[in-house]
């Protein structure tokens, strides 16, 4: 079958969620991918960094077949020789005593949700029912009904009301008013350290510690949800340290598996995590055997191999030359490490027929939020895979 066929045949069958690209990929290595025609891309989506090892890492795949063959799931009601091992890792590398696995990014934010609220009523001593969160404006924290309730993006709520109440919307990179929102009832603060999906957001510099202390002054939980800027993305360990801050709670997801298998986790303190009792929280498949092997790969990957330093390295060598890029079009280039936007003028028409050119000359980029492309490759890229994409980037954004 070609391309066209399996177009035909998804948008048939299958609901109309998303506004992909037309290429269909039926093979990945590395940096690359491979359509159904034979043509090859450099991935610069690391779908939505998920893929931060590269595709089918060969340690992550030799991790999780290994796994496979033996046990994959057991559910929770017993323990396993994986997630003790998962824990203490993910605890070594990040600092955090303890964690709390889940599936998807979304379950793991609203796992940080219920873990504030508990210790609301709990510690904080916050009547039953009534705790407060604060967020900011075009957030992006997931897809259910409660995280919804506190989008501020038209198309992710409209027609999915009613919404769960206990939430204030604060405009983003405005630590004062995060201060003027917090109430005797308000349980957490909850922001993206760069906003990857409203357009990679970088907030100006200082907010991120401005809210931390004002979170520590008002007996606030401060929670990062570091699912798409963590594991090195931004060329830290996580965001968050550029401003030499450590939140109550930080959420990852995305590379936390290197993108073979969905697997989340909430990292905290035990005496944040310690407040779960058995049977208020949990999941079937969260902390499986194979999620705990498939994730101790792909952090042991990170570390390994330097992403968190290539990142670094790579991704201001990248922004350099795209700065240099006099495109009529280019408002401005922002972002950290390999979490890159590209923002283009109101007058640009859109940086879709950017991304769809791009596609045409071999590179998988994915426009956000209209007017900004995101380039966000694999963290094992290297200097001459930029250096033979820069000429490429170069002559689409010089198009008329
Ligand atoms: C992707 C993302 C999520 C949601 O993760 P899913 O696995 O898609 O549920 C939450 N927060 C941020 C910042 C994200 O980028």
Redesign the pocket.
């Known amino acids: 079958m070609n391309t066209r066929e399996f177009i035909e045949i998804e948008e048939k069958y299958g609901a109309h969620n998303y506004h992909p690209l037309d290429v269909v990929i039926e093979r990945g290595e590395g940096v690359w991918v491979y359509d159904v025609d034979g043509k090859k891309y450099l991935d610069c989506l690391s779908a ?2 998920a893929l931060n090892q590269g595709h089918v890492h060969p340690a992550i795949l030799e991790a999780m077949t290994e796994q496979a063959k033996k046990v994959t799931l057991t559910s929770r009601a017993f323990r396993n020789d994986q997630l003790p091992l998962f824990y203490k890792e993910i605890s070594e590398m990040t600092g955090y005593e303890m964690s709390l696995p889940m599936n ?4 793991a ?1 609203e796992t940080a949700l219920k873990l504030a609220r508990k210790w609301a009523y709990q510690v904080k001593g916050v009547p039953r029912h009534e705790a407060e969160m604060i967020l900011a404006s075009g957030n ?4 259910t009904v409660s995280i919804i309730s506190f989008s501020t993006e038209p198309s992710y709520r409209d027609d999915f009301g009613p919404f769960t109440p206990g939430f204030k919307i604060v405009e983003y990179g405005d630590a004062k008013a995060i201060e003027h929102a917090i109430t005797p009832n308000t349980a957490a603060v909850m922001l ?1 350290p760069i906003q ?2 409203a357009g990679v957001v970088v907030p100006p510099e200082g907010y991120l510690k401005q809210v931390a202390e004002i979170c520590k002054k008002n007996n606030v939980l401060f929670i990062a ?1 570091e ?3 963590g594991l090195g993305r931004t060329g830290r360990l996580f965001a968050s340290e550029y401003e030499g801050i450590k939140p109550d709670v930080t ?1 990852v ?2 590379a936390l598996s290197g993108g073979f298998y ?1 697997v ?1 986790a909430v990292l905290a303190s035990k005496e944040l995590l310690g407040l779960f009792n058995p049977g208020e929280h949990g999941s079937t498949f969260g902390g499986s055997p194979l999620a705990a092997a498939v994730a101790r790969a792909a952090l042991k990957v990170i570390r390994d191999e330097n992403l968190v330093e290539n990142a670094a390295k790579m991704g201001e060598y990248f922004k350099e030359q795209l700065e240099e890029i006099p495109s009529p079009h280019v408002k401005l280039v922002r972002g950290k490490g390999l979490l890159i936007g590209v923002v283009l003028k109101p007058e640009a028409r859109g940086a879709r027929r950017f991304c769809e050119a791009l596609q045409q000359k071999g590179i998988l980029a994915k426009e956000t939020h209209e007017h900004v492309i995101r380039f966000a490759p694999p963290l094992i890229i290297q200097k001459e895979t930029l250096d033979w994409a820069l000429p490429i980037i170069r002559e689409v954004l010089m198009m008329p």
Do not use: C, L, M, W
């Open positions: 939505y960094s998807s990014g979304a379950e934010v992006f924290h997931g897809r993206e990857g999906e949800d699912i798409q800027t959420i997801g995305k969905p989340s």
